[in-house]
């Protein structure tokens, strides 16, 4: 069995931005379709950590990326500006079981 969106955001983490998070302090607020930006359409799971450990930095340059820090507006409700709205509840868990180890496909 492969590993779940939990684990996997918190691998990706480590290995993007070099920061460690445990994946049961990671919360789902967003669940996004991309289409047109490239070849393939792709779902994208958007999450908040409520705590990490290590400073984050950009361990991935050469893909031209930057990290700072910037006020937060209060959240969004509603599609992502420049994504398009495909009528999904926007930032649920969508009935995904909650356990520790994190929601898993059926």
């Given at each position: ?35 047109g ?26 893909k ?43």
């Amino acid at each position: 069995m492969g590993e779940d969106v939990l684990h996997a955001a918190a691998r990706e983490a480590a290995e993007e931005v070099g920061v460690l998070i445990d994946p049961a302090d990671l919360d789902h607020v967003h669940t996004v379709h991309v289409a047109g930006s490239g070849p393939d359409s792709r779902i994208g799971l958007l999450f908040t950590a409520r705590q990490w450990i290590g400073e984050p930095t950009n361990r991935e340059p050469d893909k031209g990326w930057s990290l700072g820090w910037f006020a937060c507006p209060a959240p969004r409700h509603g599609p992502v500006p420049g994504c398009r709205d495909r009528g999904l509840p926007h930032g649920t868990r969508f009935g995904w079981p909650t356990s520790t180890s994190g929601p898993t496909l059926a």
